[in-house]
């Protein structure tokens, strides 16, 4: 697999690149967009984005959980997890460029 992970600056650059506003400009609005997605998360509201997937939370119950080194038994605290969940638009997307990798090698 390997590759690049992206950061917030890559997406500051991608915005430059493709829109042409100022590196601060870009930055900043790249920070508002996360910032509103976290904000609604935190919120418990859901997040769609058209084409790419959808954000949520969901709700995990106290359970017993184990340590693996020990054996011991241990309360896990009831809390609230974040899921992500692809778009068919995405999930193809990302088949398709599997696919010619695959045809490349």
Request: include cysteine; charge should be positive; hydrophobic fraction near 35%.
């Amino acid at each position: 697999m390997g590759g690049k992970t992206l950061t917030r600056a890559d997406l500051a650059d991608a915005v430059v690149q493709r829109v042409g506003l100022s590196r601060n400009e870009s930055q900043e609005l790249v920070d508002t967009v996360l910032a509103e997605i976290c904000t609604s998360l935190e919120g418990g509201d859901p997040v769609k984005l058209s084409s790419f997937g959808s954000f949520g939370l969901r709700e995990k119950g106290e359970r017993i959980g184990r340590n693996p080194k020990t054996g011991e038994e241990k309360v896990i605290s009831p809390r609230r997890v974040l899921v992500f969940r692809a778009s068919n638009i995405m999930k193809n997307k990302i088949n398709r460029g599997l696919v010619r990798r695959e045809a490349a090698e």
